[in-house]
């Protein structure tokens, strides 16, 4: 399911199909939107996982050394961390010194043939952060906003583009525990899946996705793909089908729940 921060390792897990007549269905379910975006709701997780790890420079901060890269330079002139994972990169480029007590810190995100389970990712986004000085009873706060489609090539080829918001809900007063860590995100994207059809998401504001460190999947929370298929003959009626995963009630395990419209 996702990501330390994200740890998005996200929705690779076991699928349970069900439909509003809880029927049997007559054949499995096309769900290509659905693993399309969980690959790249996960390299984005990781991409934003490395940035925020590796680029705050922060005594006791919380590196996640599952995900770490082969090298990593920075270069204090241009503010820039260029992180190194075999033939592919991540580089930011931030706007101000990287550490929790710059205000309007940001960061532009660039990923070069960046490897995600066997997934390319090319592309760019903006990092924003928010670290509640005046309230230290906050946590961190980010913001990812990706204006351009990001580039998912594997045996096949899918886009994304988006925002997602992201809270640190838990974790981030005790910096040696990496365990007790807990993030929540929330957003719309949209994408283009590997047979080229057009699908949105939105996560449910009432119900984020939340990420434990001390898992490896996504534990609760509720996502809706919408997804436009195109007419099997000319002139019809495209097929809009939506499907809402729910990824549970806060159980360690792989299982979501795949609701089809």
């Known amino acids: 399911k996702l990501i330390a921060l994200f740890s998005l390792l996200f929705l690779f897990g076991v699928v349970m199909i069900s439909c509003d007549e809880e029927s049997l269905l007559p054949e499995t379910p096309d769900t290509t939107s659905v693993e399309d ?11 934003f996982e490395n940035v925020n790890n590796y680029g705050i420079n922060e005594e006791g901060k919380k590196n996640m050394m599952d995900n770490a890269p082969d090298s990593i330079g920075w270069d204090a002139d241009s503010l820039e961390i260029t992180m190194k994972f075999g033939d592919g990169y991540i580089i930011a480029k931030f706007s101000g010194k990287p550490n929790w007590n710059t205000a309007n810190l940001s960061a532009d995100v660039t990923m070069n043939n960046f490897d995600v389970s066997g997934t390319k990712m090319d592309g760019a986004f903006t990092l924003a952060f928010a670290f509640n000085l005046l309230n230290p009873d906050l ?6 906003v990706a204006d351009e489609f990001l580039i998912f090539t594997a045996d096949t080829i899918s886009k994304w583009k988006g925002n997602r918001h992201i809270e640190w809900s838990a974790g981030w007063l005790t910096p040696i525990d990496e365990a007790d860590d807990i993030y ?5 994207s949209e994408g283009e899946n590997s ?8 996560i449910d504001e009432t119900a984020p996705l939340q990420r434990r460190a001390d898992c490896e999947y996504i534990t609760s929370g509720i996502m809706t793909i919408t997804e436009t298929v195109p007419a099997e003959e000319e002139g019809g009626e495209p097929e809009v089908k939506v499907m809402e995963i729910n990824f549970g009630d806060g159980d360690c395990d792989s299982k979501m729940l795949v609701t089809i419209d």
């Open 139 to 144: 946590g961190p706060t980010f913001d990812i």
């Open 37 to 47: 975006n969980a690959a790249a709701e996960t390299g984005v997780a990781r991409v």
């Open 184 to 188: 929540e995100f929330s957003g719309t």
């Open 195 to 202: 047979v080229g059809n057009p699908y949105v998401t939105v």
